[in-house]
């Protein structure tokens, strides 16, 4: 047993913790690796996805066509940053899933604030519709115009702003790179308090845009929470600061929680101030292997008793999932083949303790037989090709075939339940359906896929997961948000009073509705 | 010296940490003791405040009187709970300061949310204002009618609807008050993850409602990260129901930020769904002395250092409020006279590696010479003793005189500025002057007290305090809210395109402005 031979060696010596069959990998987040040449199913050539104006049931509102007049405006008020090219445009023209394809034909690339402002300004005068993009990391196709909307890019805001070495407290430009933006904070002995596959390429502002959740919710929260400040652009083009760095402030309503989950409908996030967490200075990785779901739930009821306030991360996948990280990215998976398997984090502040801890509960778990066989990884390149196992399966889902993708809530005694009943409902029909998922958030990835679209497969998906998920009073968008691909789904997790009363938050704030039209809130009647 | 001797005994023995001076002190939450008749400044007698309409500049906008025939409307609906006694309704008209009075004369107390829909349906029609109150131990006049806005008390709803032991997610009605929730909670493995002086009376709706800080914000975060959902009741009678319990949910909007903080204006929260944290296993605290404040903040680097993930609160406070709770409620100091004193909590799920990181942040402020004196408390009833001299501060401030009283978030190395600033200013016309807080949060309260109220003191506090913390990008609210007395102090902390936008939130949710009228958001020209 493998796990038996590892746990003892965990007692002698903490050096023999690291098993040796970890696997080299590719430093490569899935935002990455989409960009760069080397992954052909990336590169923007035959396998372009048809225009969502032809694919999906949709119609244009009546915006104006951009002119050459318009053109003229923002090439003088951005120099050099205009890109009407249609070749270059095609990366911002197309989702990173490759299911959603715009046709902008201008792409606007700001540098700060007033010209985000005047940018809209000038767009909601003229009626024209706006798109605002960060990495273009999103999976429901918020981050792409839907028809020819103007593409409002914020990767050259990718400055740091400030830091507060006492307080934590990071502002910058809401285009800085997640993972950029985690490196240099580290350098100064702080994270920050998300993490998510896509942070080689996500943008800040997108992750508050789209209220990412990611690895680090269990043990930091939301957000909602973390984030202290925002500036934001309203569709009018005035200038909301509420940029404070302040843990407390009660002074009226909290006006940046309109913005943060809101996925660039009411206006553009143009910086952040972002409460940040210490660096642990211990962190362990361990990936156990068991037979069945309930184990998986039973382990993490004792995982919560024995590592308490040091548990960071509870993730599993199923045997589907790891196969596929095996397959198409050739991923070695340390431990023998099991039904499943939970990658569990710690981040502490004593080493010494840390331990004893993980190593009281690896013992426990061993000795009740709830886990089959595991592997802990201590040192900073080990514990990164572990999480690769469970990072990385959207990139290699990516390569499977065409892939349908849900992102559901669901109370964590039925997630796993869903799994199964699609898989059992789709048979043949599908190519793989994998589980996998944020457990300790009640965060299921489901994600099946097929050699190619398949209407009648999608017709056996939806609305069958929608409903089965709407009753087990779960969100049918835990963390992706809504987009354009999930609009209308909104009605199995919000009241109708609920919707309405968003449109009219909507209404309010961009009346014109130039801000990502087609996308998160549906047309009000 | 005091601690050196204590810290000779930790190493020793387990036992020997709980200081044997640490004395008896009555369990009254400050909540409680107003109400009760033990309390001679409490009871609603001579010493009754004038009606704020009197004593303020304010006008009471055109809502027409209660009719007999609304008063039939309203017995009809709630039998045997509609008051309208004068003597009955004093202490629901007067707040818990005793500083404002309003002169209501109709108090509503709804069972549940259909019958608090009917009234404000009810109220909405008839035009008539209406002021929601929980357990009315707020601080800035927001939980008492201004003129006679009918009370709308949520006294009566107090069920919890569910528990889930799994999840940690709390279910219950707004009425239920925060410390009976916490025992209920406790019993169950479980503790409600916020805390605060008045938790013997305050309600959770009103926590939600007023974005209530306290005691666990640096452990457990803000309510706008804890709270999964909530019902509220829109002024125009409709219910609103966002009672969801998952930790994640990005379909749309989160509307339920809207009513956290809005203090009443926009709704009445009727129901909470929060995530609960596990009952810590071991829990210590330590009341430490310190000669000046930059020592407290070096004490509080170093105790980051050392007990990272398990310390949970880092409140300070100075001589002058240690003293003023020695004076008015006998509560006996523990430790030497020093400058400063600063209580540190630990919680966490070993008690020996929690003893063994407070026994080396401990070894290292002595030996710093950071702290002059010390004392550790690990057993229940010493560590409420100790919390005593904190937590009962502003109950004892209500003994010493009038109380202006100031809720503010400072960058932390600044914080205590403000009070020495304000102590020279006032010289000899303040009784006390004193500066005491959350400082993990940057939260200071700063209290100066009088013999009786005094305009020409208020005139050298008033604007100055506020200058002073909007010149340190600091809020004039941190956790109070602003209420009435401090709803056109905004614009110290909010710019004025923020306010506008808060009251055209203010507008659309409440066209008639029936719903807590006069507070939180100044009237829109």
Known sequence: MAFSGLYMALKKSRTAWALTRILHTNKSPWGVAFLSSSCPRMSVGPMEPPFTADHYSVSRLPFPDVTSEDLNFFQRLLPGRVVTDEDDLKRYNIDWLRTVRGNSKLLLRPQNTEEVSKILKYCNDRNLAVSPQGGNTGLVGGSVPVFD???LSTALMDQVTSFDQVSGTLVC????????????LEGQGYIMPLDLGAKGSCHIGGNLATNAGGLRVLRYGSLRGTVLGLEAVLPDGSILNCLNSLRKDNTGYDLKQLFIGSEGTLGVITAVSILCPRKPKSVNLALLGCESFSRVLQVFTLCRDH?????SAYEFQDLESMRVV????????????SAFYILIETAGSC???DEEKLNAFLAKALESGLVESGTVATDQGKIKSLWALRERITEALAHDGYVYKYDLSIPVEKLYALVEETRARLGTSARRVV???HLGDGNLHLNITSETYSESLLAALEPFVYQWTAGHSGSISAEHGLGFKKRDHIYYSKSSEAVQLMQRLKKMLDPKGIMNPYKTIPQAD
Do not use: F, R, V, W
Request: charged share 15%; glycine share 10%.
């Open 149 to 151: 909307e103007i593409i």
């Open 173 to 184: 430009q809401s285009g800085c790179i997640l993972e950029s933006l985690n490196q240099y």
């Open 307 to 311: 590592l308490g306030e040091i548990l």
């Open 326 to 337: 095996q397959t198409h990215l050739k991923l070695s998976n340390p431990l023998q083949e």
């Open 351 to 353: 080493e010494q303790h």
């Open 435 to 437: 589980g996998y998922g």
